[in-house]
């Protein structure tokens, strides 16, 4: 039905999609063939560079929109059979010229200037490739997607990392750069003539002035959409892509527990493989995967219903999956998770004197991980993922009698993924996804299939996107659910809104692979905004943004809740940023996923919150960030909400930096499952005074722009005071009830993360690791230590887990190796 509906829309709506890029100047740049390669040294010496026409006369983006640049830049394009060329002559006066030292891809908010070039190999306005060098030549790359939400800089997948070659050069007049991108790193269509879509930004950190060749305006929605065009490259093939990535890892781990220390040696090895199975897919595997060396993941005290989400650091996961992620059904952290049985094993133990645990690993091991993906001519994106996680078993052991016992913990299981993604004329597109994951025995499987579309009209204003997915469990308990949205959104201009409306039906469950909070939802949401994107007499921008939203239970239908909200953003003119929010859900609401009892809800109290957040110039040494945020809850003897934020960035030169940032809140009238039931198991609620803070100490030292060390130590705590106890009515009303003593809870983690990468060779790299971590099961008496800072004298003074580990990933490039060895033959 819903297919149909869709399929209908897009008859109708399509013919109106036409590639025209009205209020948009396309400019025209023609690339060069070159029988010689420059040499990459960055001072654009080489006499081949004189055949390219120099392309100028850069337009501000920001801060000040369609204004010529008030810096020169020329750019120039060579190719050959196996690479494209690029150099650019950036003038400016060589003192002011900004020059930190950055890691790779951490140029945006950092005290440097940056050339990038932006490649849109099959014009389809959508996706594309950057390339991005700083004046200290840290390279930075990316994948260019639609379906990335980025807060500083383009729609980029920064964990996105390609094989290219770049340099630096100061002049009297400014810096002059060079880069050799090879088609190796490249996707493009064996068309005799290549079309390409093109851009260049300059961005000088002194100005704060972010330019490009072909402008790019803010008031047009898109960016991809705004490139130039590339002409003139002709007769290229598309080479074999063929490359291994051997490692090997080693180390030690020492982890305290109750009945002493485990002490390990860490010894492992594997190899990635990227294969060019044509000119337009890839295809990406990893044997025997090894991800110890990621940062730490942001652990706390969760007290909600729902389940933490964990960012994903792992690269296999994050580098080049656009695809996978575009409908927002791939979670990748449930491969590889904590098995589902290791915290029974734990529980059975410590219920019973006789048990000790043997063995009981934390992680499921990933046997294989696989990645098919790519775009062809007809700008049809096919993706494929396929992961299988290996058995996972306990041991523990009866001290009694002396036998031992392997429990599975965790099945063999086969995770599936398969995207097409179909980008039509302008920005619109049609996607078909479906994720599968696959389990040995009798535990559950599930399936999710998904249709999304989004249309976009000619001239690039509006926007119809809807999406229909379908959810099958097969269990001893099967069950299926569905989910459909359905959105109208004004996208370009000084004025936009949109207006949505979901469903979630009670038994959608698509979390096998992906991550939904709470199914059985029907909303609707309106928002609305006024964007003032070129400078007035007081700002260099400004935004005033209104949202409501109404939400009920899709069944038995029944209202939940209503939120109002509106936010002042101001862009100051000396770069300091200020926002203002008001958010309120004003009157009572029906919370029917607190109690963690189907069928019930509880009433949760309105409540009105106002923030503010802002911060200072980012190009100074010191560097501030603030939030402060107030809410009361007038129907609970004025409850008070306090929250607040600080972030403190000091650069002590173009080598090093530090930043201290600090986050915490109090609710004094926290109301909430208070983890107790009767005897007849019915839900106990408290009302609680909750408080949590959390440091964050990060550093950045580079020594060269190949090699850096990284460090992050975080801790965060929990403090947990109840203050009374209530029994919940069939309406959801809360009925007084006698106090339970032992309930507050005190809660510590701590991790420490240090971390130094060499990129020796292109493409290989050692990296060296050092991690500290406080045991989860370690607990802190909170009666005793009742202030943050006793807290975190305890745990830094408690015996921690250490882990230190060496990896080495050499990369093998087929084409290199070949010319290697016809350069031999030759001799």
């Known amino acids: 039905m819903y297919k149909l509906i869709y399929l209908a829309l897009l008859l109708v709506l399509t013919p109106a999609i036409a590639k025209t890029q009205q209020g948009i100047i396309l400019r025209k740049a023609a690339a060069v063939r070159t029988s010689q390669a420059p040499k990459i040294d960055g001072k654009i010496g080489d006499s081949v560079w004189q055949q390219a026409t120099p392309l100028t006369d850069f337009i501000i983006n920001s801060p000040d929109f369609g204004k010529p640049s008030k810096l020169n830049t020329k750019v120039w394009v060579l190719y050959d059979d196996v690479a494209l060329y690029i150099a650019a002559k ?70 996105w990392d390609a094989v290219w070659e770049s340099n630096v050069q100061f002049t009297a007049d400014g810096w002059t750069l060079e880069m050799r991108i090879p088609y190796i790193s490249l996707r493009f269509s064996k068309a005799v003539e290549q079309a390409w879509g093109i851009n260049f930004q300059r961005f000088s950190r002194r100005l704060n002035e972010s330019s490009y060749w072909n402008s790019i305006d803010p008031n047009e929605a898109g960016f991809v959409n705004q490139f130039g065009d590339l002409t003139g490259i002709s007769g290229i093939e598309p080479p074999l892509r063929l490359s291994v990535l051997p490692y090997v890892t080693a180390g030690f781990r020492n982890t305290p527990t109750n009945k002493g220390n485990v002490k390990e040696t860490l010894r492992n090895g594997g190899m990635d493989l990227k294969w060019g199975v044509n000119e337009s897919f890839t295809l990406d595997a990893t044997l025997v995967p090894d991800f110890g060396q990621v940062i730490s993941d942001n652990v706390i005290l969760n007290l909600s219903p729902f389940e933490v989400r964990f960012q994903e650091n792992r690269p296999f996961f994050t580098e080049g999956t656009e695809l996978f992620n575009k409908a927002g059904l791939f979670y990748s952290r449930r491969i590889g998770l904590t098995p589902r049985g290791y915290w029974g094993i734990k529980n059975q133990v410590a219920n019973d004197p006789n048990l000790k645990i043997i063995n009981n690993p934390g992680v499921t091991q990933l046997i294989n991980a696989s990645k098919f993906s790519g775009r062809n001519k007809k700008n049809l994106g096919i993706a494929v993922f396929n992961a299988v996680s290996a058995p996972m078993f306990a041991t523990i052991e009866n001290t009694a009698t002396g036998k031992r016992e392997n429990i599975e913990t965790e099945p063999l299981t086969n995770y599936n993924l398969i995207v097409l993604d179909q980008a039509l004329k302008g920005r619109s597109s049609v996607t078909f996804t479906n994720t599968n994951v696959v389990r040995s025995g009798i535990s559950r499987d599930a399936n999710v299939s998904a249709l999304d579309f989004a249309l976009f009209d000619k001239n690039n204003r509006y926007s119809l996107a809807g999406t229909a997915r379908y959810s099958t469990i097969k269990s001893q308990d099967p069950y299926d659910g569905f989910t459909t949205r359905l959105s109208f959104r004004k996208v370009s201009g000084k004025v936009q809104f949109s207006l949505a409306q979901s469903v979630e039906s009670d038994r959608y469950d698509p979390n096998d692979l992906g991550y939904l909070q709470a199914p059985n939802e029907f909303n609707t949401i309106l928002n609305a905004s006024y964007n003032q994107f070129t400078p007035t007499k007081r700002f260099l921008s400004y935004r005033y943004t209104l949202k409501a939203s109404n939400s009920y239970l899709y069944k038995p239908f ?92 000091y650069r002590f030169n173009d080598w090093f930096s530090l930043t201290l940032s600090s986050e915490g809140s109090r609710d004094m009238g926290n109301v909430g499952y208070a983890f107790r039931r009767e005897a007849n198991g019915e839900p106990i609620i408290g009302w609680r005074d909750v408080f949590q803070q959390t440091t964050i100490l990060t550093g950045l030292l580079n020594f060269t722009p190949r090699m850096f060390l990284t460090l992050r130590a975080r801790h965060y705590w929990s403090r947990v005071t109840y203050e009374k106890f209530f029994n919940v009515d069939a309406k959801g009303y809360w009925i007084d009830r006698p106090f339970i003593a032992g309930v507050d809870n005190n809660y510590n983690a701590y991790n420490l993360d240090v971390f130094y990468t060499w990129d020796f060779m292109y493409g290989s790299r050692l990296i060296i690791g050092w991690k500290n971590w406080m045991p989860l099961d370690y607990s802190i008496d909170g009666s005793r230590f009742q202030s943050y800072s006793k807290n975190l004298r305890e745990v830094l003074t408690t015996q921690q887990g250490k882990e230190l580990t060496a990896r080495l990933i050499y990369f093998l490039d087929y084409q290199k190796l070949k010319k290697r060895n016809k350069s031999q033959s030759a001799q």
């Open 90 to 159: 950036l003038q400016d006066d060589p003192k002011l010229i900004r020059k930190q030292l950055t890691a790779r891809d951490g140029e945006q908010r950092q005290d440097v200037d940056y050339f990038a070039a932006y490649i849109d190999t099959y014009n389809d306005n959508q996706n594309g490739f950057q390339f991005a060098v700083t004046s200290r030549n840290v390279q930075s790359d990316g994948r260019l997607s639609p379906s990335i939400q980025s807060q500083f800089g383009p729609p980029s997948d920064y964990s």
């Open 558 to 649: 029944a209202w939940r809740e209503v939120e109002i909200g509106a936010t002042a953003f101001y862009f100051l003119k000396n770069f300091w940023d200020v926002n203002i929010q008001y958010l309120a859900k004003p009157i009572w609401q029906n919370d029917f996923f607190e109690l963690r009892t189907p069928g019930r809800s509880v009433r949760s109290m309105p409540w009105h919150y106002v923030g503010f957040t802002g911060s200072t110039d980012s190009r100074k040494r010191f560097y501030l960030g603030a939030e402060a945020g107030y809410a009361t809850t007038p129907a609970f003897n004025n409850a008070e909400f306090i929250r607040y934020e600080f972030s403190f960035r």
